[in-house]
């Protein structure tokens, strides 16, 4: 039988969580939706996938910086369908803790193996059809879902195959948890099976992948996680004409917008340097400004409610 590598393997050097390819399924895709904007991203995820979680400090710096200029689409590609694989590396859940831990070091990016430990997820479907439910409601409240979900697997070691958490994560996100189990257990799984599908006829064969549409039609293919210069670069190739939007780099504008942010997110996004990005982001929590959440690999600062 011809070995199968699990998925939650990543690479590091290339920054790709790989799925294993079927040849049928590797021409390219057709872009025939409507753009909008003179640029568009199609985002091949998961949310289980460390490296996805590797490049959310490049992801939202581009947002602020060229968000004008593109829309992103985020589609599920279905990265752990089970444990029906047969590699020597990751074979069982326990194997990908470490993975995690070296990960996490890698992309500088709190991530806590131990999760795998304690209480293993067996697939990632059910997280990714729930985003799904939450994008049939609403878009932008699906993001939050979605970084909501990934703060609780990567860092607060919570299991979100569970329901609990996930309808945890859609009442945080302001989803109407009604409709949102009523999608999660119909339309939801179509769609997410339907994404599945778009990328096998992509050529997707790993995550994240980007693809880059302009107006004409022209694609440049992005995968696995790479440094910002990489993402702006190819923004200006597909859109020359693409401006560079001036934003507010002070701790409270940022987390305004972006509600937690870890270390490298912080320093990345204001233009800070990485240590002094940490120090900052601990005299604002000791000052109660922030909440910070502490991992054994590094920690995340949240904007403190006003009671």
Request: charged share 25%.
């Amino acid at each position: 039988m011809q070995e199968q590598i699990n998925p939650l393997l990543c690479d590091i050097e290339s920054g790709l969580c790989e799925v294993p390819v079927d040849q049928k399924d590797t021409a390219a895709l057709e872009t025939s939706k409507a753009i909008k904007k003179p640029l568009s991203i199609t985002y091949y995820t998961d949310p289980i996938c460390s490296s996805c979680w590797g490049i959310e400090p490049q992801l939202r710096k581009l947002k602020l910086a060229y968000g004008n200029d593109f829309e992103i689409e985020y589609k599920m590609g279905g990265l752990l369908k089970d444990w029906s694989y047969n590699s020597g590396q990751i074979s069982k859940p326990t194997d990908v803790a470490g993975h995690w831990d070296e990960v996490s070091v890698h992309y500088d990016m709190p991530i806590d193996g131990d999760i795998w430990l304690e209480d293993p997820l067996d697939s990632s479907y059910p997280p990714s059809i729930s985003f799904k439910a939450a994008q049939m409601q609403n878009r932008e409240k699906a993001l939050l879902f979605l970084r909501e979900i990934r703060e609780m697997v990567f860092l607060q070691k919570k299991n979100i195959t569970r329901w609990e958490h996930l309808e945890a994560a859609a009442t945080k996100a302001g989803l109407d948890i009604v409709q949102f189990k009523n999608d999660y257990e119909g339309k939801a799984r179509i769609l997410f099976h339907e994404d599945v599908q778009a990328g096998k006829e992509s050529g997707v064969r790993g995550f994240p992948t980007m693809i880059f549409t302009n107006a004409m039609g022209e694609q440049e293919f992005v995968y696995g996680s790479k440094p910002y210069g990489v993402l702006e670069s190819v923004v200006l190739k597909r859109c020359p004409a693409a401006t560079k939007l001036i934003y507010k780099t002070d701790w409270n504008s940022v987390f305004l917008k972006y509600n937690s942010l870890t270390a490298n997110e912080y320093a990345q996004i204001t233009g800070t340097e990485r240590n002094h990005s940490e120090n900052i982001l601990n005299g604002l929590a000791a000052d109660g400004k922030l909440e910070k959440l502490s991992t054994k690999n590094g920690a995340i600062w949240t904007l403190k409610k006003i009671q």
